[in-house]
């Protein structure tokens, strides 16, 4: 059984950071895109961004952000941990949101792409 469980979420001020993780099972998470998505109240789920699968047979993986996070934002994979993270840097209050990561062989920021997700991590930026 897949599951991925967010952690890392919490109370920020405006122009600081917090790394959120997403901790996986399940899965070889070399052989998966993983993405985080973030909803903020009243909204629909979007898309913040995605690291491509390396399936073990090279190190190389794309990344893809959205434009609103892009220069702040950065996501990484530790294959020995299972583990995906991301890093928010210059925090703004339009970044409040429930964070959400998910896998799919495929990858790329849509959501209905997706079907394994975890619950969610809350993050809210203070102005």
């Known amino acids: 059984e897949v599951q991925l469980v967010e952690s890392g979420g919490g109370l920020a001020q405006a122009g600081g950071s917090l790394r959120l993780s997403c901790s996986t099972s399940g899965l070889a998470v070399e052989a998966f895109a993983i993405s985080w998505f973030r909803q903020a109240p009243g909204k629909a789920r979007e898309g913040v961004s995605c690291?491509?699968?390396?399936?073990?047979?090279?190190?190389?993986?794309?990344?893809t952000y959205a434009d609103s996070v892009k220069g702040r934002f950065t996501i990484s994979r530790d294959n020995a941990k299972n583990t995906v993270h991301l890093q928010m840097n210059s925090l703004k209050s339009e970044d409040t949101a429930v964070y959400y990561c998910a896998a799919d062989t495929r990858g790329g920021l849509e959501v209905d792409e997706y079907e394994a997700w975890g619950q969610g991590t809350q993050v809210t930026v203070s102005s």
């Open positions: 690291i491509s699968s390396d399936d073990g047979s090279s190190s190389h993986s794309t990344t």
